[in-house]
């Protein structure tokens, strides 16, 4: 599977936007990036607030072609799930894999939403 073009990734018009949205992070955010940081599961590289067009994803191995979104009680709206579904749409269309858990999940249970993100995983270690 090849990388989307350069362009559509961490454009510059939105860096503000995703440093302001890493220094406002979720507690369940914030519990998964611990897990995820400094290559900690199996070795893979992850990104936080990460722009892939015009959207801006929770996390995201470049690598793996994933990317992992963190979902909370704003979206059971159905506007909201509506755009969540363009949105992966959109992703998916870009040659990525989208995983979606709900922030009670990683709360509960970060170890397992951590393995079940390494089931994912499509490279050799």
Same mark, same amino acid.
């Given at each position: 599977m090849s990388r989307p073009p350069r362009i559509l990734r961490n454009r510059k =018009?939105?860096?503000q936007?995703?440093?302001?949205?890493?220094?406002? =992070?979720?507690? =369940?955010e914030v519990l998964l990036w611990q897990g995820l940081r400094r290559r900690q599961l199996r070795g893979r590289k992850f990104r936080r607030q990460y722009s892939i067009?015009?959207?801006?994803v929770d996390f995201c191995?470049?690598? %793996?072609?994933?990317?992992? %979104?963190l979902d909370g009680s704003v979206h059971d709206d159905p506007l909201r799930r509506e755009y969540? %579904?363009?949105r992966t749409v959109f992703?998916?269309?870009q040659g990525m894999r989208v995983l979606r858990f709900e922030n009670r =999940?990683?709360? %509960?249970y970060p170890e397992g939403v951590l393995e079940t993100i390494a089931l994912h995983f499509t490279a050799p270690t």
């Open positions: =018009a939105l860096k936007h995703r440093r302001q949205l890493r220094q406002q =992070a979720t507690p =369940a067009g015009p959207f801006i191995c470049p690598e %793996e072609h994933l990317v992992i %979104e969540d %579904e363009d992703l998916e269309k =999940a990683v709360l %509960e």
